[in-house]
Nanobody
């Protein structure tokens, strides 16, 4: 089993930046592709960014060019650098370890973190 703990969320003004971290335990993230999701009110969680073990990435159109996902397998950590933040980016962000990814996108999350709140004003 994989346990995921997110951190780095907080409050920032529009146009600012935040960097989220997701530290995994119980297994090495090298065995998984990894993804970041965010909660859309009254909707399913939206895939924001994904990264495969070979470094292939994908991004939702809404964040492309503003967010960057990366991984440090030695630290068992995945990151989401968020720049040029917008008010509409405000929500809870979740890290996931995925059993199947395609083109960098997480298609089948197996494990979830508890989430970290991002607020943009």
């Amino acid at each position: 089993d994989v346990q995921l703990v997110e951190s780095g969320g907080g409050s920032v003004q529009a146009g600012g930046s935040l960097k989220l971290s997701c530290v995994a335990s119980g297994d090495t993230i090298g065995r998984y592709c990894m993804g970041w999701f965010r909660q859309i009110p009254d909707r399913e969680r939206e895939g924001v960014a994904g990264i495969e073990s070979d470094g292939s990435t994908s991004y939702a159109d809404s964040v492309k060019g503003r967010f960057t996902i990366s991984r440090d397998n030695a630290k068992n950590t995945v990151y989401l650098e968020m720049n040029s933040l917008k008010v509409e980016d405000t929500t809870m962000y979740y890290c996931a370890a995925c059993t199947y990814c395609s083109g960098g996108a997480c298609m089948s999350p197996s494990y979830w973190g508890q989430g970290t709140q991002v607020t943009v004003s």
